[in-house]
């Protein structure tokens, strides 16, 4: 009996321990969350209390959102006075419905997809289009002879869903096709083992990840990696059905708010410096995104980094400034393409307050003020080497 | 004596039915066609190649290189600490399904009314899809906050465990509490005992064989949901988010996700574990066959 008792007591403790443990964790989840406050660059003198700001990303921690950590990295908000929050994305979160509901100040969301939001009763404007160009491709393995849409009669078009899928549904309607009768649609993953292996003839990808990852990948035939060679690529952008894609959206309810519109202003304007920062020193905002907590690989987050800055740079009117014309396409893309039931991601044309000029237009000549190149117009991309598994 | 040999006996077959499963994982990779077996169509086999199947040898040495290259972390302290993460908020999440569980039980069977309001909703509650519920209920975090005590964001991910574990607890205590029988509860009736002490006295001793199985149950419950937690929104630090930021790489590293699965796993079965271990004890002046 003595023993049992023993027993008993010890069992006692170590659930005990475990669950205070468990307690403890808060401090380790906390890390989620960074903030520019401990950052190198002096605020201006003016600067008391910096103005709290939260960023909701559309994903993890990744060079496609390089640019803001870089200008939190390099105190560009802190010179701002403002404290900006990143907010990682995931599977279940929306960046649209975070802002919507008040949770984040600014959101990044693809244009279609924010868009189609708003129709739905969400108001979010877009104050800057980062990213002025597309960046999805249809990946597909040469002997299957896909080089335009029209080549996609017929195949095993893999696509992820979650609003990702729209200038795929625009490129079939444009080349004369009908996505629920002349391709099978196929769900695909976030890895490229369904393109690999065969189970989807042409697979989406985004220059700046999964294009990367089949380079990435030993072909077993070869036993060496796979090279653009291997493959056709289909570009939408080039297809003319690139629809606009990261953008930054801010809270329409509060831009009647002198103090939101000022805020928004300076959070653009160090954000459009941060991407600037990255366009002259890609190795840099790559190490910045790896030390945020990314768990891509170097080579891969260098490649991402270089895509991004493609996607960017050259910006002739003036980074994040929003091109009518493309916006134009994309409403009207995303009015016009049918989907597999026939409908299509929009019903209507946005109002005018969809997007504003204002916002950007006055960050843009705080930084001329400061000397920020803001149109990269000598840009060259370089050439990354990508290595196995991208690490 | 009997005890030690049998916890000996445990871990011999736990042993062998791994070296099993290996050896049934490899030998498919021999004679398994490469490219998969299709039958009218449907894929019926699945492929063996170094892509879809890595050998075992190949995700066991992955735990020994470095996380991503010129990173000093080696890949087993990444996944381990993930895993510590996720089992510190899946006992969170147990701890607190427990509580909700049994409360509920002893609720139920001392009120009849509650139990026939309230059971149909908690089976309807099972049917509610986590990942319709996680985003909601981790929007609470750092945003709700009762009194001084601000919502951090992992209890959410542990509530989503709390969710999964305490409908086995409560219906299996509910049940267990119900299964007292009659001439015993006679018995206590003829003392003047009275409900509290029937219930400690009584129906309690007579639930445990109903409730280790409903704790295991719930035990991997909570272990499930805060890993679905974690991948659908993203909470770092845990082993749910490793998976996914692992697999986005399954391309060109296949081993690399299988890492953070096999993590997993060993946090489900350290979990039900704990369980057993607390059955051991619980079970201790039974009679063994009802031991599970």
Known sequence: ?391 | MKLAGRIAYRIVMFALTIAFVTALWELYKIVGPQDGGKFLGVRILPRANDNAMPHVSTMLSRYSRPEVRGSDKKIWIVVLSGAWFSLRLSLVGFFLGTTIGISLAVLMARFNVIRRGLLPYLVMSQTVPLIALAPLVVSWGGKLEIGSFVWPRWLSASILGTFLAFFPIAVGTLRGLTSAPSAALELMESYAASWKQTLFKLRFPAAVPFMVPALKLGASGAVVGVVVAEISTGLKGGIGRLIIEYAREATGDPAKVFTAVFGAAALGLTMSGLVAFSDLFLMRNRPKETST
Request: one cysteine or more; a negative charge; glycine letters at 10%.
């Open chain 1, 1 to 391: 009996m003595k023993k049992q008792s023993l027993k008993m007591a010890l069992v006692g403790v170590a659930v005990m321990s475990l669950i205070a443990g468990a307690c403890g964790g808060s401090d380790t989840a906390a890390t989620e969350e960074t903030t520019a406050t401990a950052e190198t660059t002096a605020p201006a003198a003016e600067c008391v209390t910096p103005t709290p700001v939260k960023l909701q990303l559309q994903w993890f921690t990744q060079a496609q959102f390089a640019g803001y950590y870089a200008a939190q990295d390099q105190g560009f908000y802190a010179e701002q006075c403002l404290d900006v929050t990143i907010l990682e994305g995931a599977v279940d979160i929306s960046p649209q419905t975070v802002l919507a509901n008040g949770e984040a100040d600014f959101a990044i969301s693809w244009v279609s997809k924010a868009l189609a939001s708003r129709e739905g009763g969400a108001n979010i404007v877009n104050i800057a289009q980062v990213f002025q160009r597309s960046g999805t491709l249809q990946v597909s393995f040469k002997d299957k002879n896909i080089t335009t849409p029209a080549d996609f009669k017929g195949k095993n078009i893999g696509n992820w869903g979650y609003g990702n899928e729209f200038e795929i549904f625009a490129a079939l309607t444009a080349a004369g096709l009908d996505p629920a009768k002349d391709v099978k649609l196929v769900q695909q993953q976030f890895d490229m083992a369904g393109l690999l292996a065969g189970d989807i003839d042409a697979a989406e990808a985004m220059t700046y990840n999964e294009y990367a990852q089949v380079l990435e990948a030993v072909n077993p035939k070869t036993k060496a990696l796979y090279t653009a060679g291997d493959f056709n690529v289909v570009s939408y952008e080039a297809e003319g059905v690139g629809m606009l894609q990261d953008a930054i959206w801010a809270d329409g309810k509060r831009l009647s708010d002198a103090a939101y519109v000022d805020t928004a202003t300076k959070f653009v304007a160090a954000s459009l410096q941060g991407w600037a920062f990255c366009r002259d020193n890609t190795s840099a905002c790559r190490d910045i995104v790896v030390s945020k907590g990314s768990k891509l690989g170097a080579s891969h987050q260098l490649w991402q980094m270089n895509e991004v800055n493609k996607l960017i740079w050259p910006a002739a009117g003036g980074a994040g400034m929003i091109d009518a014309a493309a916006w134009d396409r994309t409403v009207a893309l995303s009015q016009s393409a049918k989907n597999l039931e026939g409908g299509t991601v929009l019903t209507k044309a946005p109002d005018a307050g969809a997007y504003t000029n204002d916002i950007v237009t006055a960050a843009l000549a705080l930084l001329n003020g400061k000397g920020v190149d803001t149109t990269g117009s000598a840009y060259m991309p370089e050439t990354v080497a990508l290595t196995e598994g991208g690490n």
